[in-house]
């Protein structure tokens, strides 16, 4: 399937419903997320090193925000979401992140400011994704991190991520997803070398497709807690991976 261009616009509303649901739900897509940041949190606090200056574009309720602040970093969060946000302060053991309201074109921060920079499932939320990554690249020191992850474009990611998700999770929004705001891979490097950004790592990410908890949410229509993602060789789904500002 090619990018096409039609009438629906992204849904991001839902996320001021949320509320405590970031934290709980089982019977909504962002169980889903969450069973991703189990994965990708662990891996991008190993990457990162000691004692880092970082910002989390799109840092809805703080999942990884929290993280990397008890991890020892000094965090910073960004979201439109304000409801997401006074979650995310209350999830903050430590009391230490800067959560702002903020758009990610137009961070509120100087230019090579943060040691690492994070934008995890937020460039398919947005019409413009190359502005969010120049955004990243400017406030992003040189020799510094950047993190991704978004969702290819094609008819296996459709069918699962967008298609997959309505029919088999419940309260799944309208348009929580829409297909012409997938990148694919090759676009999304084109992004970076743009903006003085060079891939040092990229790999597929992905839930395990033939495993249990898959198949009961299919029959119950409810997201396990043990249903889980693990990273890969394929891109075809999703994908996710470092920059490194040159």
Same mark, same amino acid.
């Given at each position: 399937?090619?990018?096409?261009?039609?009438?629906?616009?992204?849904?991001?509303?839902? !996320?001021?419903? /949320?509320? @405590?649901?970031?934290?709980?739900?089982?019977?909504? $897509?962002?169980? /889903?997320?969450?069973?991703?940041?189990?994965?990708?949190?662990?891996?991008?606090?190993?990457?990162?090193?000691?004692?880092?200056?970082?910002?989390?574009?799109?840092?809805?309720?703080?999942?990884?925000?929290?993280?990397?602040?008890?991890?020892?970093?000094?965090?910073?969060?960004?979201?439109?979401?304000?409801?997401?946000?006074?979650?995310?302060?209350?999830?903050?053991?430590?009391?230490?992140?800067?959560?702002?309201?903020?758009?990610?074109?137009? /961070?509120?921060?100087?230019?090579?400011?943060?040691?690492?920079?994070?934008?995890?499932?937020?460039?398919?939320?947005?019409?413009?994704?190359?502005?969010? %990554?120049?955004?990243?690249?400017?406030? /992003?020191?040189?020799?510094?991190?950047?993190? =991704?992850?978004?969702?290819?474009?094609?008819?296996?990611? !459709?069918?699962?991520?967008?298609?997959?998700? @309505?029919?088999? %999770?419940?309260?799944? $929004?309208?348009?929580?997803?829409? !297909? $012409?705001?997938?990148?694919?891979?090759?676009?999304?490097?084109?992004?970076?070398? @743009?903006?003085?950004?060079?891939?040092?790592?990229?790999?597929?990410?992905?839930?395990?497709?033939?495993?249990?908890?898959?198949?009961?949410?299919?029959?119950?229509?409810? %997201?396990?807690?043990?249903?889980? =993602?693990?990273?890969?060789?394929?891109?075809?789904?999703?994908?996710?991976?470092?920059?490194?500002?040159?």
């Amino acid at each position: 399937m090619e990018k096409q261009t039609g009438p629906q616009t992204i849904n991001n509303d839902f !996320y001021d419903d /949320l509320n @405590e649901k970031w934290y709980t739900a089982c019977d909504h $897509p962002i169980a /889903l997320l969450r069973a991703e940041n189990a994965v990708r949190v662990p891996w991008i606090i190993s990457q990162i090193g000691k004692n880092k200056k970082v910002l989390d574009i799109g840092c809805g309720a703080g999942i990884l925000t929290n993280a990397l602040a008890k991890a020892g970093h000094t965090v910073c969060g960004v979201d439109l979401s304000e409801s997401s946000l006074e979650v995310a302060k209350e999830h903050d053991a430590t009391k230490t992140v800067e959560y702002k309201k903020a758009n990610a074109y137009s /961070l509120p921060y100087p230019d090579d400011y943060f040691d690492v920079v994070c934008a995890m499932d937020v460039l398919e939320h947005v019409e413009e994704p190359s502005l969010v %990554v120049s955004e990243a690249s400017r406030v /992003l020191k040189k020799g510094g991190q950047f993190f =991704f992850h978004t969702f290819n474009r094609n008819l296996f990611s !459709y069918l699962f991520v967008i298609k997959g998700v @309505e029919w088999f %999770v419940p309260n799944a $929004p309208k348009n929580m997803h829409i !297909y $012409p705001l997938f990148i694919k891979p090759e676009e999304f490097e084109e992004m970076c070398s @743009e903006r003085d950004l060079e891939i040092v790592n990229l790999q597929g990410f992905a839930p395990n497709f033939f495993a249990k908890p898959i198949w009961k949410m299919i029959f119950t229509r409810k %997201v396990p807690n043990n249903i889980s =993602f693990h990273f890969s060789k394929s891109l075809t789904t999703g994908y996710c991976g470092c920059a490194k500002k040159i």
